[in-house]
């Protein structure tokens, strides 16, 4: 089994950045493809961003790329979401997710609690 934390979630200005932070236990994310979802209430969960163990095929929702980057450490076992001029449709749960197949759709086999993130004017 695969436990999932996140943390570096709060309250940030329009503009502002935050780097969220996913730390494993249990397993190795080094054989997983770890992904970012986030929520909004009343909103259905969508994918803002993935990236496979061996670096390829990463993907970016069209509404984050070129502000939202995912990265890992191995020897940290932690998956990041750096998150630069945020906007206030930004503001969402945001969840770490992580499963053995890249994929684009919700069913990824292991997730994490939330950490909440809001963008304020």
């Known amino acids: 089994q695969v436990q999932l934390v996140e943390s570096g979630g709060g309250l940030v200005q329009a503009g502002g950045s935050l780097r969220l932070s996913c730390t494993a236990s249990?397993?190795?994310?080094?054989?997983?493809?770890m992904a970012w979802f986030r929520q909004a209430p009343g909103k259905e969960r969508e994918l803002v961003a993935a990236?496979?163990?061996?670096?390829?095929?990463?993907y970016y929702n069209d509404s984050v790329k070129a502000r939202f980057t995912i990265s890992r450490d191995n020897a940290k076992n932690t998956v990041y979401l750096q998150m630069n001029s945020l906007k206030l449709e930004d503001t969402a749960v945001y969840y770490c997710?992580?499963?053995?197949?890249?994929?684009?759709?919700?069913?990824?086999?292991?997730w994490g609690q939330g950490t909440q993130v809001t963008v304020s004017s």
């Open positions: 997710a992580a499963d053995k197949y890249y994929r684009r759709d919700t069913s990824y086999e292991y």
């Open positions: 990236d496979r163990w061996n670096g390829g095929n990463t």
């Open positions: 249990g397993r190795s994310i080094g054989t997983y493809v």
